[in-house]
C-alpha cells in the first residue's frame, strides 16, 4: 500500500517563502507529484519529480529525496492568490494523495 | 479547450436512484483516474483504467460502483442506489505518465 504525511496547516507572510513537506511510504515508487486546489475547485498539476533533487517552475520549485522518501514544495514571492489546499502523490496504477496542506497567506 | 471535461458539473438525486457521470479525457492520454473526494479530504482514489483496460479498483468501492472506458476513449462511472453517504465531489484525471490532470469534477449530492 501507499501513505503520505504532510502537514494539515501553514500560514506564511505575502512575499515570504514557504515550504510544505511530505513524506510518503510506498511499495514500488513511480514519482511525487504536486497538486493545488482552492475552495471549491478542482486540483491542479503543479510539478513531478522522478529523480531526486530540485524541479522549477516560475515561483515554484518541488525537491525529492528517494532515500530519504522525502519531499517538499517551495513556494517564493507569496501571492494572496497562493492560499489554497496543496497535496502530494505517488503511485502509478493506483495514485494516492496525502490528506492536503492547507495554506494560508496573510498580509 | 483541450482539457479533461467531466458532465454533469452538478447532480442531485434522490436517495436509491442510478446515477452516471462522463469524463472525457484529454485524447493522448492513455491512463485515465476516478477519484472520489468529500471535504477538507485528499482525492480517495476509486478506480484506473489504461486505455480500456480496468487495471486497479479500490478494495473500499462498494459493488455499487461501476466504471467503463469502451475503446479507451471517454469513461463513465455508475452508482446504482445512490445513498446520502455517496455525496461528494467526483473526480476523473488523465495522465500520460504517474501524476495527473483533473477535469472540473461532479458535484454529487444525494438528498
Known amino acids: 500500500g501507499q501513505s503520505l504525511e504532510q502537514p494539515s496547516e501553514v500560514t506564511a507572510v505575502e512575499g515570504a517563502i514557504v515550504q510544505i513537506n511530505c513524506t510518503y511510504q510506498?511499495?514500488?515508487?513511480?514519482?511525487l507529484s504536486w497538486y493545488q486546489q482552492h475552495d471549491g475547485g478542482a486540483p491542479t498539476f503543479l510539478s513531478y519529480n522522478a529523480l531526486d533533487g530540485l524541479e522549477e517552475t516560475g515561483r515554484f520549485s518541488s525537491f525529492l529525496s528517494r532515500s530519504d522518501s522525502y519531499g517538499y514544495l517551495l513556494l517564493q514571492e507569496l501571492q494572496m492568490k497562493d492560499s489554497a489546499s496543496y497535496f502530494c502523490a505517488v503511485g502509478s496504477y493506483q495514485l494516492t494523495f496525502g490528506k492536503g496542506t492547507k495554506l494560508s497567506v496573510i498580509p | 479547450d483541450t482539457g479533461v471535461s467531466q458532465d454533469p458539473r452538478h447532480k442531485i438525486t434522490k436517495r436509491g436512484q442510478n446515477v452516471t457521470f462522463r469524463c472525457d479525457p484529454i485524447?493522448?492520454?492513455?491512463?485515465l483516474y476516478w477519484y472520489r473526494q468529500t471535504l477538507g479530504q485528499g482525492p480517495e482514489f476509486l478506480t484506473y483504467f489504461q486505455n480500456e483496460a480496468q487495471l486497479e479498483k479500490s478494495r473500499l468501492l462498494s459493488d455499487r460502483f461501476s466504471a467503463e472506458r469502451p475503446k479507451g476513449s471517454f469513461s463513465t462511472l455508475e452508482i446504482q442506489r445512490t445513498e446520502q453517504g455517496d455525496s461528494a465531489m467526483y473526480l476523473c484525471?488523465?495522465?500520460?505518465?504517474?501524476?495527473?490532470?483533473f477535469g472540473q469534477g461532479t458535484r454529487l449530492t444525494v438528498v
Open positions: 485524447s493522448e492520454h492513455n491512463r
Open positions: 484525471a488523465s495522465s500520460p505518465r504517474d501524476f495527473a490532470f
Open positions: 510506498t511499495s514500488g515508487f513511480y514519482g
